[in-house]
């Protein structure tokens, strides 16, 4: 048998009850089968921050490091605390893991899944990935400001872009192209302003569509393609886009597929240097933590993604077909009372496991 070792990083808010769903469903997949998993939580985030000053110290990411993946929910404390002003916790935390494991693949797919109720009344055949950067751009934290707090102050941000960052994610938006059925490309960013990184993404494109005939490559400006994922979403396959345009599309696909609670992720080191790390898009959700409330299904659908990145493909089948049957459900009368998280995940991990009685008959 095979064990695998998962650390698990609830975090806070809604983070710690979408992971136990997470969990409960690796459980139930796993069960009776070869693999095991091996779960160390680590209590990181802005509890941890208030009681004790330490974010991410030496030592956790070490331990972090030692692990095959991760699992994590999301960071981020009341908004209302001065003390986590400027996004000390998702810095120091969530952006620090995804530098220091070099996590330069952002993947985020979008499905629009049967009986989705999506706010497009027509969404049309919704499947799309979003490769984000991960690892450059405006999120390198290279600025500072001048005359702080003066009617002249200068606040700088500079986006870091290189030759060496910008290929690789764009090689590996190509090589997700190929092998998809639909075999296109579109780069979003903003080279009619950006001009510098802007004019590197469109060089390193069109060099490396080279070298990938079959897939057929175009080009759209991020404020049109705002337009293009509301207006006719079913034309996107794969996008490569920069680490903030990545960010906010990424919102907008969730919620044009039926809402931010059902929309995965993984930040992905695809040399397998460092151990990769599997979260929902959303963050914290301060306004409904600790209710019950919250929407498992994006944690769960990580834990697809988590189980594919880890050779697991058929369990990653499994969580996901089970997930489309519960959500198929969701617009159908027996269900359509309102579900608690943990509700939620018994559902999808009961069946998960039918799903494997069925399987191996
Ligand atoms: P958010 O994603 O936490 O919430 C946005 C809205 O979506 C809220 O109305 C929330 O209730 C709702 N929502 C989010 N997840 C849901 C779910 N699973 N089920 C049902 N509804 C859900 O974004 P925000 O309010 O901008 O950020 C809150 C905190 O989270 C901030 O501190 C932010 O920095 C942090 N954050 C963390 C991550 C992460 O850890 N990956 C991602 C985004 C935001
Ligand atoms: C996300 C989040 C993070 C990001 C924040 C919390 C740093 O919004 O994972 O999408 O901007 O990448
Ligand atoms: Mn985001």
């Not at 997470?22 to 139930?28: E, P, S, T």
């Not at 070099?102 to 009344?121: A, C, E, F, I, W």
């Amino acid at each position: 048998s095979r064990t695998i070792r998962l650390a698990s990083i609830p975090g806070d808010g809604i983070g710690p009850e979408v992971v136990s769903e997470a969990l409960k469903v690796l459980q139930a997949v796993t069960e009776g089968g070869d693999t095991v998993f091996d779960v160390t939580e680590f209590s990181l985030g802005a509890g941890r921050f208030t009681a004790t000053g330490d974010i991410l110290t030496d030592a956790d990411l070490e331990a972090i490091s030692g692990h095959d993946a991760i699992l994590l929910g999301a960071v981020g404390g009341d908004p209302r605390d001065p003390a986590l002003r400027g996004g000390i916790i998702e810095r120091g935390l969530l952006l620090k893991l995804r530098f220091a494991l070099d996590h330069y693949v952002n993947l985020r797919p979008t499905k629009v899944y049967p009986g989705v109720p999506s706010p497009l009344s027509d969404p049309g055949a919704v499947d799309f990935v979003v490769v984000r950067e991960g690892t450059e751009g405006p999120y390198v934290g290279n600025g500072g400001s001048l005359r702080t707090g003066t009617p002249h102050e200068i606040a700088n941000e500079v986006s870091v872009n290189t030759a060496y960052g910008v290929e690789r994610v764009v090689r590996y938006a190509f090589d997700l192209a190929r092998k998809r059925p639909a075999h296109r490309l579109t780069l979003v960013h903003k080279t009619n302003v950006l001009v510098f990184s802007g004019s590197l993404w469109q060089r390193t494109v069109d060099a490396v569509a080279a070298e990938y005939p079959e897939v057929a490559v175009d080009y759209q400006h991020v404020d049109a393609a705002t337009i293009h994922l509301v207006a006719d979403p079913a034309r996107f396959d794969v996008i490569v886009t920069d680490n903030l345009f990545g960010d906010i599309l990424t919102d907008l696909a969730g919620a044009i597929s039926g809402g931010i609670g059902l929309a995965a992720s993984g930040n992905i080191n695809p040399d397998g240097a460092f151990p990769s790390m599997f979260e929902p898009v959303h963050g914290s959700a301060p306004d409904i933590a600790g209710q019950q409330k919250a929407d498992p299904t994006a944690a769960i659908l990580s834990t697809a993604l988590l189980l594919d990145h880890l050779g697991l493909p058929e369990e990653s089948i499994r969580v996901t077909r089970a997930v489309e049957a519960d959500i198929e459900g969701r617009a159908s009368a027996s269900t359509s009372g309102h579900r608690s998280t943990s509700e939620i995940g018994d559902a999808i991990a009961a069946a998960v496991s039918s799903i494997t009685a069925s399987s191996s008959r």
